[in-house]
């Protein structure tokens, strides 16, 4: 039952005389052992196991069997520890309605095939059961051995010091030295513990031997206690039916104490499953009809929520990381627009390539500016690099389109994992078809670039309306003015004679001359003319591809937005309605997958319990 777990006992020694479960020789318990006893009102006793949820033990040996066979599974033949639990429901007419962990025993030097650390293995794990604050805490200690050494008292005042929830248990009263007892300790004069010590009288190991019934221990063990000269006057808090009814007494004082904060915990975990249920939806019944109109609900919901998802209309928006159409600005605004920025610096021209350009395009006669040709060449190919990641901007959409399909959270459509399946592959199609057309569209735009070189756009440097010529130009006379002076002032010798027929030392008439394929080769020395043109085709080129790479970054992002993006939302429901609403196997699409079955009717068993704890705890009158 849900509400038990708040409130469960642990035991950190035996506890077989409280359920009617025989011990065995050696370490008997090296497994925990969540006993869950439950009162009935059938006439014998049998339990089940949370292994064998299908299989009821009528034979409490066969109970015993099956604890060692578990044990034996998971924690090996020898004498080796687990920390996962066996769970046992025992369901009897002789029992008070509790829950008891029975944990493994301190021990202080490995044996057999015990590990180094098992003492610290042990500690742990009853560490982890008895630190809750709403476990009560049973310390069994022998009364023949110093309390002064006890394990369990030592664990339970480190978790629980003012001992609010610590019972003090004390068994083999009846082993004692002669002359030797533990009253003093059962009535809290020794150690004094606010809940108080019980003792208890267990089955000698003649007694397992023999098989002794249960029935007739607990009986030995009261006349025990009452025929006892020393325990005679606290033998109405002694014994094991005691110790179950103080059980049973403390579990509803602490139930009583804390009762306001449970009934909060099973209001809210109510709240909280009938929530998963309604994601999970009701159990798909009825004709064709009804699954039509299941199957049309969940496209539309589904479609409803890939837009939201895009255009950032999404109830659960997160603060943590980016998602949808929030994905897609980022691939626009920083890879895409980052990527066009930097091919400015990845391809540029170098100084050989603008002479080579400007010399080819200006043919047999040197040109006075900058050659038309030379500039339309060189800008043509820098908006060609442009094409690439144009290109693979709709690539990456298209793949940040395709995750938001595949990954959308909807509840309705994770029960259904065929349909989800359908869902995604049809999602994924008509997605795809809108990135051939944008590509298109972008590579269209590039070459409407390409096909015409406005050097009258009004953002040009070298339009009609700009002065980078002018000032080109300026500089370019005032540079060969200093040339011609230069030039004159070094040539003043040689008379009229020698400038008309030329000096003696002149080349000799009757030399041939021979040019190579080889020979064609530009000087080295970059003439002042061609500095001044480089410099002023580098300033051309730069204004325009930024022209260029502007319209080409905001056309290819409308191309993309425009095809891939919002036809395909377009479109995505229409295409969901055709290929899956009108699919002639959709009892098939809406087959549920086992975990979702299995998931619903847990939660709905845990619903049920939820609430027949509430209205137990509405109407038991707990007493003051």
């Known amino acids: 039952v849900f509400f038990v777990v708040f409130f469960f006992v642990v035991v950190v020694a035996a506890v077989e005389s409280l359920c009617g479960l025989m011990p065995s020789k050696g370490i008997c318990t090296r497994r925990p052992l969540i006993l869950q006893l439950?009162?009935?009102?059938?006439?014998?006793?049998?339990?089940?196991?949370?292994?064998?949820?299908?299989?009821?033990?009528?034979?409490?040996?066969?109970?015993?069997?099956?604890?060692?066979?578990?044990?034996?599974r998971v924690a090996g033949k020898g004498k080796g520890v687990s920390k996962d639990p066996i769970i046992l429901r025992v369901h009897s007419s002789n029992v008070l309605p509790l829950t008891l962990v029975d944990t493994p025993g301190m021990t202080r030097v490995p044996v057999g095939d015990q590990p180094t650390d098992i003492e610290e293995q042990i500690r742990s794990m009853v560490h982890s059961f008895v630190e809750s604050k709403n476990a009560i805490i049973l310390a069994v200690h022998p009364a023949n051995q110093d309390i002064a050494t006890s394990d369990g008292l030592k664990?339970?005042?480190?978790?629980?010091?003012?001992?609010?929830?610590?019972?003090?248990?004390?068994?083999?009263?009846?082993?004692?030295?002669?002359?030797?007892?533990?009253?003093?300790?059962?009535?809290?004069?020794?150690?004094?513990?606010?809940?108080?010590?019980?003792?208890?009288?267990?089955?000698?190991?003649?007694?397992?031997?023999?098989?002794?019934?249960?029935?007739?221990?607990?009986?030995?063990?009261?006349?025990f206690f009452e025929t006892n000269p020393i325990y005679s006057a606290v033998a109405g808090h002694c014994g094991t039916s005691y110790l179950a009814s103080r059980c049973s007494q403390i579990l509803a004082e602490q139930i009583r104490n804390t009762l306001p904060e449970v009934q909060t915990n099973i209001r809210n975990r109510i709240k909280k499953v009938k929530e998963e249920l309604a994601e999970l939806g009701e159990e798909v019944v009825g004709d064709g009809t009804d699954k039509k109109w299941m199957a049309l609900q969940i496209l539309n919901t589904y479609t409803n929520k890939f837009r939201d998802a895009i255009e950032g209309t999404r109830a659960d928006i997160s603060s943590t990381k980016l998602h949808g159409g929030a994905r897609i600005r980022y691939i626009f605004d920083d890879v895409y627009r980052k990527k066009l920025e930097a091919l400015k610096e990845e391809h540029c021209f170098s100084t050989e390539q603008y002479r080579l350009a400007i010399r080819n395009a200006a043919g047999p006669r040197p040109a006075l500016i900058v050659p038309q040709g030379a500039f339309e060449v060189l800008a043509k190919k820098q908006i060609e690099v442009l094409r690439e990641p144009s290109l693979q901007c709709a690539e990456l959409i298209l793949a940040e389109l395709h995750r938001i399909a595949s990954n959308l959270n909807l509840p309705e459509l994770s029960r259904f994992p065929r349909l989800h399946e359908n869902v995604v592959e049809v999602a994924s199609k008509v997605l795809t078809k809108g990135l051939k057309p944008s590509q298109k569209m972008i590579s269209d735009l590039i070459d409407c670039e390409l096909a015409y070189i406005n050097t009258n756009h009004e953002d040009f440097v070298g339009s009609t309306g700009g002065n980078l010529l002018t000032e080109g130009l300026q500089k370019h006379a005032s540079s060969a003015r200093s040339r011609r002076t230069s030039s004159s002032s070094s040539s003043s010798g040689g008379g009229f004679f020698s400038r008309i027929f030329g000096s003696s030392n002149a080349p000799s008439q009757d030399a041939t001359m021979q040019v190579n394929d080889?020979?064609?080769?530009?000087?080295?020395?970059?003439?002042s003319r061609e500095q001044v043109q480089i410099s002023l085709l580098k300033d051309l080129l730069e204004s325009y591809f930024s022209i260029a790479r502007k319209n080409i970054q905001d056309g290819s992002t409308k191309a993309i937005w425009h095809f891939l993006v919002n036809k395909g939302t377009e479109e995505l429901h229409r295409a969901l309605v055709t290929e899956i609403y009108s699919h002639s196997t959709l009892d098939t699409l809406l087959y549920e997958s086992e975990h979702v079955q299995r998931h619903r009717r847990q939660l709905q068993v845990e619903l049920d319990t939820l609430k027949d704890a509430k209205r137990v705890m509405q109407r038991v009158d707990w007493p003051a």
């Open 155 to 223: 664990m339970a005042r480190e978790v629980d010091p003012k001992g609010l929830r610590t019972v003090g248990v004390l068994t083999k009263l009846d082993l004692m030295d002669s002359g030797t007892d533990a009253l003093n300790l059962l009535t809290g004069r020794t150690l004094p513990l606010r809940l108080g010590f019980v003792g208890v009288v267990n089955r000698s190991q003649k007694d397992i031997n023999n098989q002794t019934p249960i029935a007739d221990s607990l009986k030995s063990e009261r006349v």
């Open 518 to 527: 080889d020979d064609f080769q530009m000087d080295r020395n970059v003439s």
């Open 38 to 72: 439950l009162p009935t009102d059938t006439s014998e006793p049998w339990g089940v196991f949370a292994h064998l949820p299908n299989q009821q033990y009528h034979d409490f040996h066969e109970i015993r069997r099956e604890i060692e066979r578990e044990t034996e």
